[in-house]
């Protein structure tokens, strides 16, 4: 009988190990999966970040046009103002 309670000992200590190793695993995976989703939600927060800057990049563009055709039409009116006073210089 002697020696069938060191096997059940030795089986007891052997399933205390398999259960701590799964544990361990278990925590593992936890904590691969918790890394993943925060990895997903960075790429996620990159790419709309991105997205956005595309948006901006964008009216950037349009603001500068829109700066350029100011610069002209400002220029052209100034032309046509000093054409004026030039006109009216004479004619005085």
């Known amino acids: 009988?002697?020696?069938t309670g060191d096997v059940n000992v030795e089986v007891g200590e052997t399933q205390r190990?398999?259960?701590a190793t799964k544990a361990k695993r278990a925590s593992?995976?936890?904590r691969m999966s918790t890394?993943?989703?925060k990895?997903?939600?960075l790429?996620?927060?990159?790419?709309?970040?991105?997205?956005k800057l595309n948006v901006v990049d964008?009216?950037?563009d349009e603001l500068e046009t829109k700066g350029d055709e100011l610069k002209d039409d400002v220029n052209i009116a100034i032309?046509?103002?000093?054409?004026?006073?030039?006109?009216k210089g004479d004619a005085f």
């Not at 032309?79 to 006109?87: L, P, S």
Request: glycine share 6%; net charge negative; no cysteine.
């Open 79 to 87: 032309n046509k103002a000093m054409e004026d006073v030039d006109k």
């Open 39 to 41: 990895v997903e939600r």
């Open 1 to 3: 009988m002697a020696h």
């Open 43 to 51: 790429e996620d927060g990159a790419r709309d970040a991105v997205e």
């Open 28 to 30: 593992s995976r936890d």
């Open 17 to 19: 190990e398999t259960r």
């Open 58 to 60: 964008g009216r950037l």
């Open 35 to 37: 890394l993943e989703d």
